[in-house]
């Protein structure tokens, strides 16, 4: 049987001659949607047992498409199946399959539904699980992160802003910022993970069926929390896809950051961090490297997530309703970003375990750049100067330290009254790195108590939200 003549069949009475051999190599997706294959099936024996619940069909033909289906998936399953590219996409390959098993009753299957509405439904099931499964994954990694800030709760470190040496904080305080963040991302996944959960199957090809379908029953039997309230809109509605990219370029630009950080972090010019040799690679010609390829790569990806997302709004920009063969390529964007962001954050779950901090680098580092300069600054204040005018002279006792190659925790007593003579013996308590950072004694701040804190209710947060429906079930 030639392409032409397989794919005459999706085209019907209509037409009098098959597609030419490249139109119907050109409009096939079965190379790319036979993915959805356990979906399609999920949902076609989800209709066949609404269209019994209905009487559309009888129990005896309901029955034998679900054995029928239930073959097709585990040949699928052991790699038997054979895909027909003439067949267009996944749901005629496998509706052509049930027929050429169970005959005449493998038609009915079809009946009240289109490729438009089934398709749909098989999108959403496929990112209801993935959603779920990118959340597990990110729940690991936030889980290292927290191990990670357990154990480092007192190893000082400088903290930046512009990359410049800004004021102490520790490197357990530094992991739990990435928890936050990956905290956001997985709060955005359980939220659009709800939108996703919604049936539209029943559209039909845009405007519904006459058949006495029940949308509500198909529902539950495929696990939807709400049903497409409009025809139109649910065959032709992409946004849930779009807000998945829109998650994932999220989860991947935060990776990214925390990529260019442990780059940084790696090299000897910082020298703040380990990473054990199973996670580098060497250089084909300069044998003393140990290159961060895996973070590397992490942050090249992002460019490749940050594209499916612009790909998806393009495609929809100025689509009419209702569905348009544009919607054949979103599989491509949706399939490569799932697939993008579960191999990095698989790989950050590994990867985290595997860092250990160099405490004397981050301190030696720490006593750079003058880092507790804002707390004699609030020294001053508490001895009654206005901020400002603290500022200023914290700013002239800057410049003597630089001047003289010294920290100010290392100017002598009567080097700091110079600059006021408020300054009292007291002073070098706040001078210190442990000073500074266990100053910030509240919700929120570098303080070893209110670290180990933030550490138990990040956990509890986790156990939390990964408990509720959306990302459990």
């Known amino acids: 049987m030639t392409a032409k003549t397989r794919t005459a069949r999706t085209r019907g009475g209509r037409f009098t001659d098959p597609p030419d051999d490249f139109v119907a190599h050109f409009t096939q997706s079965v190379s790319c949607d036979q993915r959805l294959a356990h979906y399609d099936i999920m949902g076609s024996i989800a209709h066949a047992r609404m269209l019994a619940h209905v ?53 009915k299957l079809h009946t009240g539904r289109s490729r438009n509405d089934q398709v749909a439904t098989d999108l959403r099931l496929f ?26 709760v007192h190893t000082i470190m400088p903290g930046f802003t512009h990359l410049q040496t800004a004021q102490p904080v520790t490197f357990g305080h530094h992991m739990l910022a990435w928890f ?59 946004d849930f896809a779009i807000e998945f990219c829109g998650c994932a370029a999220l989860i991947m630009m935060h990776l990214s950051r925390f990529s ?23 250089s084909s010609i300069m044998p003393q490297k140990k290159n961060p390829d895996i973070p590397e790569l992490v942050r090249g990806k992002t460019g490749r997530v940050y594209g499916h997302l612009l790909s998806l709004l393009t495609l929809m920009k100025a689509q009419p309703l209702a569905y348009n063969r544009d919607n054949q390529e979103d599989k491509v964007a949706v399939f490569d970003a799932v ?31 003058n880092a507790t300069a804002t707390d004699l600054a609030d020294y001053l204040v508490r ?43 007291d002073v070098y308590e706040c001078l210190t790195l442990e000073g500074s950072v266990s100053a910030r004694a509240h919700y929120g701040g570098t303080a070893p108590p209110q670290i180990q804190a933030a550490i138990r209710r990040g956990r509890e947060r986790l156990d939390r939200i990964m408990s509720q429906e959306e990302l459990a079930s």
Request: proline share 2%; hydrophobic share 45%; charged share 30%.
């Open 55 to 107: 009487k559309v069909l009888t129990e005896k033909e309901c029955d034998e498409i679900v054995r029928g289906l239930e073959s097709i998936a585990t040949e699928i399953s052991q790699g038997k199946f054979s895909w027909d590219g003439g067949l267009e996409d996944v749901h005629m390959n496998i509706e052509a399959a049930l027929v050429a098993r169970i005959g005449e009753t493998g038609k």
């Open 127 to 152: 990112l209801r699980d993935e959603t779920r499964n990118i959340g597990r994954l990110l729940a690991q990694v936030m889980t290292e992160l927290l191990a990670v800030a357990e154990r480092e």
């Open 180 to 238: 936050e963040m990956l905290y956001r991302d997985l709060q955005r996944l359980a939220d659009c993970r709800r939108r996703i959960n919604v049936l539209p199957l029943g559209a039909g090809a845009l405007a519904g069926t006459s058949y006495p379908i029940d949308r509500v029953h198909a529902g539950k039997l495929l696990g939807f929390t709400a049903i497409a309230e409009n025809s139109l809109d649910a065959v032709s509605d992409r």
């Open 260 to 282: 260019e950080e442990v780059i940084l972090w790696l090299s000897p010019q910082f020298g703040f961090i380990e990473l054990d040799e199973a996670w580098c690679t060497g």
């Open 339 to 369: 697939d993008t962001v579960k191999a990095c954050l698989q790989a950050y779950a590994g990867m985290i375990p595997a860092i250990s901090a160099r405490a004397d680098a981050m301190r030696r580092a720490a006593l750079l750049g």
């Open 383 to 425: 001895k009654g100067i206005a901020f400002r005018d603290a500022h200023a002279i914290v700013g002239r006792a800057v410049q003597y330290a630089i001047n003289h190659q010294k920290d100010l925790s290392e100017l002598s007593l009567d080097e700091l009254r110079q600059f006021g003579e408020k300054i009292e013996n």
